[in-house]
Antibody, heavy 123, light 107 residues
């Protein structure tokens, strides 16, 4: 089965660091872009950024540039989203999703999604 | 960033109804428009890509149309499993942006 499996829920305190993961299986991880999407409680979807694991080409939304770091490790077919200093406003569900392309209309899509990782930041 | 505006924000409908959701982009995105469905407590799933192409495995009661700045998602005959939130998304330029969502509720 083609799937993305994300790491489990996290509860952290403000100021702590965190790295969550998204592991791909059933497809060539290096042939796809892996994106991250935030969904704050009761709110809509926000595109955070995307990485091409083959060469680590990474693009960020201006809203998230400098706030998070996206990375990937091809050897374990896993993408990561990390924070160096969490805030309460980072409390949200985070989804990873796969895209075949960034330049072709029929392939600029999130066709496979992870199950989501809930991050709760509270003192 | 390109702004995506959906209407309505919510609607009430009955099983068997025809439902139409619209999405407007703040500038032309040609056909770089996708639709996703999100059921409660679940990750989104892709319904329509490139404005009008049906994703594999998605029922044919879902259809999409439009180009440039104005797009439509239509559900021809609403089924119980279709009560969910629907999002449009432009993938014309980074950052890809989503509409605010349209919640389809039981009437």
């Amino acid at each position: 089965d083609v799937q993305l499996v994300q790491s489990g829920a996290e509860v952290k305190k403000p100021g702590e660091s965190l790295k969550i993961s998204c592991k791909g299986s059933g497809f060539d991880f290096t042939n796809y872009w892996i994106g991250w999407v935030r969904q704050m409680p009761g709110k809509g979807l926000e595109w955070m950024g995307i990485i091409y694991p083959r060469d680590s080409d990474t693009r960020y939304s201006p809203s998230f540039q400098g706030q998070v770091t996206i990375s990937a490790d091809n050897s374990i077919s896993t993408a990561f989203l990390q924070w160096s200093s969490l805030r309460a406003s980072d409390t949200a569900m985070y989804y990873c999703a796969r895209s075949p392309s960034l330049v072709v209309a029929t392939r600029n899509i999130f066709d496979i999604w992870g199950q989501g990782t809930m991050v709760t930041v509270s003192s | 960033d390109i702004q995506m505006t959906q209407s309505p924000s919510s609607l009430s409908a009955s099983v068997g109804d025809r439902v139409t959701i619209t999405c407007r982009a703040s500038q032309s995105i040609t056909n770089y428009l996708n639709w996703y469905q999100q059921r409660p407590g679940r990750a989104p799933t892709l319904l329509i890509y490139a404005a009008s192409s049906l994703q594999s495995g998605v029922p044919s009661r879902f259809s999409g149309s439009g180009s440039a700045t104005d797009f439509t998602l239509t559900i021809s005959s609403l089924q119980p499993e279709d009560f969910a939130i629907y999002y449009c998304q432009q993938s014309y330029t980074i950052p890809w942006t989503f509409g605010q969502g349209t919640k389809v509720e039981v009437k």
